[in-house]
């Protein structure tokens, strides 16, 4: 079965600096690949997805880059906000049926 | 849209007693998870469904917990007899289940079994 590992399990940043985490995951049949942020309290909340048919997807500050060759997937944060302060996960998943989640990253933003 | 609706948010119970989470997924919505977390382990899949009928419940980790969907807005996961290592946060999430139909979670349950 699919095993996704995420690295780094916390991150802490400046306001403003960019922030980068990482996914590796296992099964090569694996073609969608969610980024989920969780606030405390609250359940995960997709903030941005990507498939195994483009290699890079942006929405405003967030980014999501795939390679499909070494099977791993990062997300990129820019001009990074408070707000931004939360526990990220990513997913691998040959459907949507049945996400595989990493272990998360807590990233602080301080200001 | 209310989002999935998940009930009760908070849940304590004494070990051996009965727990049943409940469940109201997004209208129109034809998939339905049910997620542990967890520190240790993270985000579990315990079981899915698809169009109320369970498609995968692998990850249910034993036959103290079940898990119901009677009908396309109503799901319930039971577990009997809790036990203190069941203490986690459940979350439902469904889907409108088709290739390009991400999953939306609801807030989670929390249960502590003392």
């Known amino acids: 079965g699919e095993n996704v590992e995420q690295h780094p399990s916390t991150l802490s940043v400046q306001e403003g600096d960019s922030a980068v985490i990482k996914c590796t995951y296992s099964d090569s049949a694996s073609n969608y690949f969610p980024w989920y942020k969780q606030e405390l309290g609250k359940g995960p909340q997709l903030i941005i997805d990507?498939?195994?048919?483009?290699g890079e997807k942006k929405d405003q500050r967030i980014a999501v880059t795939l390679n499909k060759t070494a099977k791993h997937f990062s997300l990129h944060i820019t001009e990074t906000q408070p707000e931004d302060s939360a526990v990220y996960f990513c997913?691998?998943?040959?459907?949507?049926?049945?996400?595989?989640f990493g272990t998360g990253t807590r990233l602080q933003v301080f200001p | 849209d209310a989002g999935v609706i998940q009930s009760p948010r908070h849940e304590v119970t004494e070990m051996g007693q009965e727990v049943t989470l409940r469940c109201k997924p997004i209208?129109?919505?034809?998939?339905l998870f049910w997620y542990r977390q967890t520190m240790m382990r993270g985000l579990e899949l315990l079981i899915y469904?698809?169009?109320?009928?369970?498609?995968?419940d692998s990850g249910m980790p034993e036959d103290r917990f079940s898990a119901k969907m009677p009908n396309a807005s109503f799901s319930t996961l039971k577990i009997q007899p809790s036990e203190p290592r069941d203490s986690a946060v459940y979350f439902c999430a469904s889907s409108l289940r088709a290739s390009n139909s991400p999953l939306h979670f609801g807030n989670g349950t929390r249960l502590t079994v003392t």
């Open positions: 209208s129109g919505h034809n998939s």
């Open positions: 990507i498939r195994s048919n483009v």
């Open positions: 469904f698809n169009n109320n009928v369970p498609i995968d």
């Open positions: 997913a691998a998943s040959p459907n949507t049926d049945k996400l595989i």
